[in-house]
């Protein structure tokens, strides 16, 4: 840790020991104009090139014994230059969705969304908050929060245990809210690396697994559209859990081949006719089922999943750290989504621990925009299942981030989250 707070301080003006000052090998993009715009390979090549030469050549010019006092000696001129703290910013903004988007118990036209930034010495990251009406958060709820916050007190971002630490203590819930805090936290410090998250957690895009379209529960001919739509999709994400459920998958059979999983939305209640409804998907080529009965229904669900044929995946019963361990024994595997569960901190955490008890992993989102789908996305070389199409359900995207092609989420190598913006906003 000690060496990274000692690179996250570096963009000091001061010269290096090597004689170029650090602060000229980051790009200095003026707060209002150039923050958070994409990075052209030119720029950013040099940046990880000079970043590398120049720790190879304080080691050759020091040693590795002398490596620490060079480390102390910088870490010492950046103490003064850092005394500003991280600013945050936030702008409501109404996600337009291209089609109503119903599940099995509610319909909208559009999704609130709170849009944040978090600067620090002339870098920004960018984070967002996305709450469907349905998980209790709202614009107002958002607003609140994050107002209530004072990061100005952290002078250094790669404190970030401590700083999320602090901004989940601050209240209770709001995890949506604190979500748009942890992304553009986890932005700006990829940025100052240099790097984006999935290789600073070792992960190799090239294991992303495919990502699903989702189709929403509709009538026959706007089903059929929608299937037109997933066209470069691979999988396609059902909505289930109203009764017209085998009319849904017989009028997408009627179209397409591709395999199938089938999000229930905790619709079903009866634990036999779920049973029989996973059995009849199966012979319909549908690879697992997600929250097919309420998150209350502990037991039965227990008794589905030993019972299943299919894997079963929780979703609105698992959201944070702790429900993965009590999501063992009752499904084969969980939804991770960074609004449930505080941002890519804790994803990170569950994924790996869900990993080490043997379940299964899906990486999913709300509808949000290319912020959020893109920071989810750092995730999905480790996941066994991706639902990432979030930013592709909405008409007014002020983002680009992560693009599908043949059917996966590919990572792009461009640091922090890997987005570019594509309109003022802040
Ligand atoms: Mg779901």
Request: hydrophobic share 40%.
């Amino acid at each position: 840790m000690s060496k990274n707070q000692n690179i996250s301080n570096r963009s000091d003006s001061a010269p290096s020991p090597i004689g170029e000052g650090w602060g000229e090998a980051l790009p200095t993009p003026s707060p209002s104009e150039r923050v958070g715009e994409r990075l052209s390979p030119e720029e950013r090549l040099p940046l990880s090139r000079r970043n590398f030469i120049r720790t190879a050549g304080i080691t050759a010019a020091f040693g590795l014994s002398g490596i620490e006092t060079v480390f102390a000696s910088m870490k010492n001129k950046n103490n003064k230059s850092s005394g500003k703290g991280l600013v945050l910013r936030f702008i409501p903004y109404d996600l337009q969705l291209r089609h109503t988007f119903t599940l099995a118990n509610s319909s909208r036209k559009n999704t609130p969304d709170v849009l944040t930034c978090i600067e620090f010495e002339g870098i920004t990251g960018f984070g967002e908050a996305s709450m469907p009406p349905y998980l209790g958060e709202s614009i107002e709820s958002a607003t609140k929060f994050l107002s209530s916050l004072n990061l100005s007190q952290f002078k250094d971002p790669f404190q970030m245990d401590d700083i999320l630490r602090y901004v989940d203590s601050v209240m209770p819930g709001n995890c949506a809210a604190k979500a748009a805090v942890d992304i553009a936290l986890h932005d700006l410090v990829g940025k100052i690396l240099g790097q984006p998250w999935y290789k600073i957690w070792g992960f190799d895009p090239a294991d992303a697994p495919n990502t699903s379209f989702t189709i929403g529960i509709d009538t026959p001919e706007v089903v059929r559209q929608k299937v037109a739509e997933a066209l470069p999709y691979r999988i396609l994400k059902v909505k289930l859990g109203q009764n017209t459920d085998r009319e849904m998958i017989e009028t997408i059979r009627s179209v397409t081949d591709k395999p199938l999983c089938v999000d229930v939305n905790q619709g079903w209640t009866d634990k036999q006719m779920a049973l029989d409804m996973i059995h009849w998907l199966k012979e319909k080529g549908v690879v697992f089922v997600e929250q097919p009965m309420p998150k209350t229904a502990i037991d039965d669900m227990a008794w589905l999943t030993a019972n299943s044929p299919l894997p079963t995946i929780g979703d609105e019963s698992v959201q944070r750290l702790p429900d993965v361990l009590k999501a063992k024994g009752v499904y084969s595997g969980i939804n991770i989504k960074l609004m449930k569960c505080t941002g890519m901190r804790e994803a990170h955490e569950m994924l790996i621990l869900a990993k080490s008890l043997g379940m299964k992993v899906m990486i999913g989102c709300m509808n949000e925009t290319s912020c959020a789908v893109s920071a989810a996305a750092q995730l999905s070389p480790k996941a066994d299942w991706a639902d990432l199409d979030g930013n592709l359900l909405i008409s007014n995207d002020p983002y680009q981030g992560v693009q599908v092609v043949d059917g996966k989420v590919t990572l792009i190598d461009q640091p922090g989250i890997g987005i570019g913006k594509l309109q003022k906003l802040f």
